[in-house]
C-alpha cells in the first residue's frame, strides 16, 4: 500500500514540478538518463577515447609519461553543457557529476583501450576547500567511471596538502607555479604495480593534473598512468571537428 501511494506522490510530484534537462532547461521526458534526448544528441563529444594519439595524450605526454587520455566532450563558453558543469561543480549537484561519470565511463569501457586500468583516483581537494564546497565533484565523476568499468576508486592515497587559489584567477604562466608541489602520495604502497586512472572535472592548460600525475609518478615509479576528464575547451583541442 505504502509502495503505491509513494509512486502516487512522485507522480503528482512530477506533474507539478516536473524535472529538468540541466542542460537545456526543457522537461525531462519519462525514461531519459541526465540529460534530454535532444541534447544527448547534440553533445558535443570529442571522441578522443576512441585513438590513443589525440590532442589531450599529445600535450600531457610532452611533460610525463601517460598511456592513455582522453577528454568526453568539449567545455564551450556559453552553452548549456558548461551550465551543467558548473552546477555540480559549485551548486550541490553532486549526482550530475556521477551520472555524467557513468556515461563516459561505459565509452571508455566499450573503446578497449583502458581495459586494463585497475584503479581510478580524482584529483583531490584540499581539505578546507572540500570542507566549504561539502563534496569532490572529481570523485564522484571518478564513482561513475569506476562502477562502469567495476574497478576500485582509491580515495586516500594522493592527497592535496596546499590550499592554492584557483587556477581561474591566474593568468596562463602563473598557473604553472600555483601548483608546484601541491600533492603528495600518502599510501605509494597502495598504488605499486598498478595502471591507474586519473580523473579530473574540466582540463585547461593541465597544470593541476600534471603537477598530481608528476606527484605520483615520483613517488610510485612503477605504476602506470592514464587521464581521464570529463571537459577540454574546443578553442584548444578542438582542431579536429
Not at 8 to 14: L, T, Y
Not at 66 to 94: C, M, N, T, V
Not at 141 to 156: N, T, Y
Not at 157 to 179: C, G, L, M, T, Y
Request: aromatic share 10%; glycine share 8%.
Amino acid at each position: 500500500m505504502m509502495s503505491i501511494l509513494n509512486r502516487f506522490a512522485g507522480g503528482i510530484r512530477e506533474l507539478l514540478f516536473p524535472t529538468r534537462c540541466p542542460v537545456c532547461g526543457g522537461e525531462l521526458p519519462p525514461g531519459s538518463r541526465v540529460v534530454c534526448t535532444r541534447c544527448r544528441y547534440d553533445i558535443p563529444l570529442t571522441g578522443f577515447w576512441e585513438r590513443s594519439y589525440n590532442p589531450l595524450w599529445e600535450r600531457l605526454s610532452t611533460f610525463v609519461p601517460i598511456e592513455q587520455a582522453s577528454a568526453f566532450l568539449y567545455f564551450l563558453p556559453g552553452s548549456g553543457w558548461r551550465e551543467l558543469i558548473h552546477r555540480f561543480k559549485y551548486h550541490d549537484a553532486w549526482r550530475l557529476a556521477r551520472d555524467m561519470g557513468v556515461w563516459y565511463g561505459h565509452e571508455l569501457r566499450d573503446c578497449g583501450l583502458y581495459a586494463d586500468v585497475d584503479r581510478v583516483v580524482a584529483i583531490p581537494l584540499h581539505w578546507r576547500k572540500r570542507l566549504q564546497r561539502g563534496y569532490n565533484q572529481a570523485e564522484y565523476l571518478a564513482e561513475g567511471i569506476a562502477r562502469v568499468l567495476q574497478i576500485p576508486v582509491d580515495r586516500h592515497s594522493v592527497q592535496r596538502i596546499h590550499n592554492n587559489p584557483a587556477q581561474a584567477r591566474h593568468h596562463r604562466k602563473e598557473r604553472w607555479d600555483n601548483v608546484e608541489g601541491i600533492f603528495r602520495v600518502k599510501h605509494p604502497e597502495r598504488l605499486a604495480g598498478h595502471h591507474l586512472l586519473l580523473v579530473d572535472d574540466v582540463l585547461t592548460t593541465g597544470a593541476t593534473l600534471l603537477s598530481c600525475a608528476e606527484t605520483i609518478l615520483k613517488a610510485v615509479p612503477d605504476c602506470r598512468l592514464s587521464v581521464a576528464v570529463l571537459a577540454v575547451p574546443q578553442h584548444e583541442f578542438g582542431l579536429d571537428r
